[in-house]
């Protein structure tokens, strides 16, 4: 087999980011992004896919940057009606957003894969990369605390992700689609978006033959922990109370372990990671040039290494 892609792994915000500047500077038959599907869930009647719509609403450039999530410019009309009948209003559905919900279910209903469907939305949203769920079947990532277990939004929205994490887990035998392990053995490169690794790549990884398919393939890693900081997410006390070890660049390292062959981090967080190949240069991505400038630097670093052409 001809190994032509790069495979790209990510959860939400700062997964989508890097993927908006890969996406401008890759081919769009030689980059697919699988994401994670662990965080999905069913409100108000409708199939939520967060870090599919995060992803699409990226790529399209339609995404509300400031907020992390949703439509730019969205209004919440529909929210403040269903508070209005004394409906559930922890998680917020935007009025233009509820389009994606709404058609995601009613194709899904219709007997359409995730797949399928994504394909078709992205479709609508004029993204030529392949935006690829993890999973056609239901994977729920499930968080355990001292007083129960939570389903992901439910602890990291309803509950501001406050309860300390004591486990995690994923409800469901879901399998990888057909789409996804055919792009991995396609794989020239994969790349591991700045996501979280416990509840956003770690239920990519779990699938059944993804591991496999990682093996023999260079694996390179951005950190999604900046100078022993972790943005706006739950990881810093995640990598604390799950990994018992502090927020760094290094921690990531080791929590991916013999997976990766190389890792980007930002400049200052190289010490001590236990791989030949780190790139120390500016990660964090605040604007769209910042995104193309990463995703600039983190290619150039993949030809110096012979990974990709
Ligand atoms: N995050 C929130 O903090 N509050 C919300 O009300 C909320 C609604 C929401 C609706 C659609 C969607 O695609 C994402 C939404 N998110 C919301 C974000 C989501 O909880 C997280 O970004 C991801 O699950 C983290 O990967």
Redesign the pocket.
């Known amino acids: 087999m001809t190994r032509t892609q790069l495979v790209y792994l990510s959860?939400?915000?700062g997964g989508a980011r890097l993927a908006h500047g890969l996406a401008r500077l890759v081919a769009a038959d030689r980059l697919s992004c699988i994401v994670?599907t662990g965080?999905d869930l069913v409100?108000w009647g409708l199939h939520?896919?967060?870090?599919?719509?995060?992803m699409m609403y990226t790529l399209a450039d339609v995404a509300d940057v400031e907020r992390?999530?949703?439509l730019t410019g969205e209004t919440f009309e529909a929210l403040a009606w269903v508070k209005r009948y004394g409906g559930p209003s922890?998680?917020?559905?935007?009025d233009r957003?509820l389009a994606t919900?709404i058609m995601r279910s009613e194709w899904l209903r219709d007997g359409a894969s995730l797949t399928e469907v994504t394909r078709r939305l992205c479709a609508g949203l004029q993204v030529a990369t392949p935006i690829l769920p993890m999973s056609d079947e239901r994977c729920e990532t499930m968080i355990d605390t001292d007083g129960g277990t939570l389903g992901?939004?439910h602890w990291?929205?309803a509950e501001r992700a406050l309860p300390p994490v004591r486990r995690v887990w994923f409800r469901g035998a879901a399998r990888a689609t057909s789409s996804v392990l055919a792009a991995l053995d396609a794989a020239r490169l994969v790349v591991i978006g700045p996501?979280?690794p416990y509840?956003?790549i770690e239920p990519i990884l779990t699938l059944p033959g993804v591991r496999e398919r990682l093996r023999g393939v260079p694996v390179l890693a951005v950190s999604p922990i900046v100078h022993g900081r972790a943005g706006k997410?739950p990881l810093a006390a995640m990598l604390e109370t799950l990994g018992r070890t502090e927020p760094s660049a290094r921690s990531i390292a080791s929590h991916y372990g013999e997976l990766l062959t190389a890792m980007v981090v930002e400049r200052g967080d190289e010490k001590d990671i236990p791989l030949r190949a780190v790139l120390g240069t500016d990660t964090l991505m605040h604007t769209r040039q910042h995104s193309r400038a990463l995703a600039a630097r983190l290619l150039e670093f993949a030809v110096e290494l012979g990974y990709w052409t």
């Open positions: 959860g939400g915000v994670n965080d409100h939520v896919s967060p870090d599919l719509d995060t992390g999530w949703g922890w998680f917020a559905l935007g957003d919900h992901f939004q990291l929205v996501s979280n509840v956003s997410g």
